[in-house]
């Protein structure tokens, strides 16, 4: 008896450490975040889904709804869900502001990240400060949104690239690095184009460089046939052309140099992933661009922004869908830094603390509601060595200083806009 109780004692003493060498031999699985509970913190995405930006304003939504996912898999924002409204502003400013009014009265949302025109930006910020209800614009940035008049504390700004800080980064390079002299300025006939070709003015001015048609000249939007401009650039013999158009015109632009055998240097002042694949290679190539992000740059941060892109879409992150992607970010960063949903007190958090990390690197609001952020310089390849998305090499990488040098705003402007 006492025999068998003994064999069975030791078997059980055997199995526990059995048992217990496996279970030590068993990966301890990571740390997972707690799933976000409660009612759901509402946000307004509002892009021109329709329209001659359709295809820009469709990576914009992805880039914003990838942000979504990832804050809600990080476990909310205060412990909550974030729940995306997505809404179709037609690139109308008489629709995006239907369409705000009724997020905010209707939806009651915590804000609004979108909207794809310098125009309708600038005017969602005014709305954005009469109705308290925080707005990050998601588009290159023009004049009017930096009017000191303007700047309160409900109306972020834009996430967009600022065209300062094009001005003064191309102007460097085309004339110090590249030494290029004589320039053409060419845009489309709105904000966009306009405000684009006055900072690239100021910026060539402060270089010395020849200005040959002043302050520009521009194409109404919608411009198909571009001949008789390349006719007129060509009178002018430039040995670089700045273009600041967008969409389906720089498309257009692109192919039209190519048809009609441009010779001069063509920098695009800001160029999307869509526009070169619609343009095609035998048209990039040999252009040079100031990318706010490209998807092939041999840095950490983009590499990882663009591994979880793809993961989700099956193709790389365009410029817009990177702003757009920040704007959602910065938007709940406020949120979460002030410990409340509260317009005014998220608005605080992020003036009283400018300083991020984006899918570039360092970014940092400045006062007049724009980021400083790095860019990427970058020259179009040969078709030969073009292969899937990746059209372009980049040269260099810059913009982005401690003493915010490439920020500065000409005095004349400056002068303009109350700063």
């Known amino acids: 008896m006492h025999k068998k109780i003994f064999i069975v004692i030791a078997a059980l003493v055997i199995a526990s450490f059995v048992f217990a060498g496996c279970a030590a031999e068993e990966p301890t699985p990571p740390p997972t975040e707690e799933e976000p509970t409660g009612e759901p913190i509402k946000l307004g995405l509002m892009f021109p889904l329709t329209g001659v930006y359709s295809v820009e304003a469709g990576t914009q939504r992805e880039g914003a709804l990838l942000a979504v996912k990832e804050l809600n898999a990080a476990g909310g924002v205060l412990g909550r869900p974030i729940e995306p409204l997505v809404r179709d502003t037609e690139l109308s400013a008489e629709t995006a502001m239907r369409r705000a009014r009724s997020l905010a009265e209707v939806d009651k949302v915590v804000g609004i990240c979108g909207v794809l025109h310098a125009g309708i930006v600038a005017a969602m910020g005014t709305w954005s ?3 308290h209800v925080p707005f990050i614009g998601c588009c290159v940035c023009s004049k009017a949104m930096f009017e000191k008049s303007g700047i309160q504390i409900y109306n972020r700004g834009s996430v967009g690239n600022n065209i300062f800080l094009w001005g003064n980064v191309g102007a ?3 004339v110090d690095e590249m030494g290029w002299e004589k320039f053409y300025l060419f845009g489309a006939d709105y904000a966009f184009g306009w405000d684009l070709c006055e900072a690239w003015y100021y910026g060539l001015e402060a270089k ?5 048609n002043e302050k520009g000249t521009f194409a109404p939007l919608g411009t198909a046939e571009f001949g008789p401009y390349i006719a007129k650039i060509k009178e002018a013999n430039p040995d670089t052309v700045i273009v600041a158009n967008f969409g389906a015109d720089c498309v257009n632009f692109l192919k039209a140099c190519k048809a009609y055998d441009l010779k001069a240097n063509v920098m695009i002042a800001s160029l999307t992933m869509s526009q070169a694949r619609g343009a095609g290679p035998e048209a990039t190539e040999g252009v040079y661009t100031m990318f706010p992000l490209y998807w092939e740059a041999d840095m950490p941060a983009v590499k990882a922004f663009n591994e979880a892109y793809m993961d989700e879409y099956g193709w790389p992150p365009d410029v817009y869908s990177f702003y757009a992607y920040c704007a959602v970010k910065e938007m709940c960063r406020g949120i979460e830094g002030a410990g409340t949903t509260d317009a005014k007190a998220s608005g605080e958090y992020l003036d ?4 991020f990390e984006g899918p570039t690197g360092p970014q940092r609001w400045m006062p007049w509601r724009t980021l400083m ?4 310089i970058s020259v179009g390849k040969p078709p030969a060595q073009v292969t899937g998305f990746d059209f372009f090499n980049v040269l260099e990488i810059k913009g ?3 003493d915010e040098s490439y920020m500065k705003i000409p005095p004349d402007i400056a002068a303009e806009i109350g700063w």
């Open 373 to 376: 952020r790095n860019v990427f």
């Open 352 to 355: 009283a603390n400018p300083d």
């Open 400 to 402: 982005y200083t401690e």
């Open 208 to 212: 010395g460089a020849t200005l040959l």
């Open 172 to 174: 460097e390079f085309c």
């Open 129 to 131: 400060n009469e109705n």
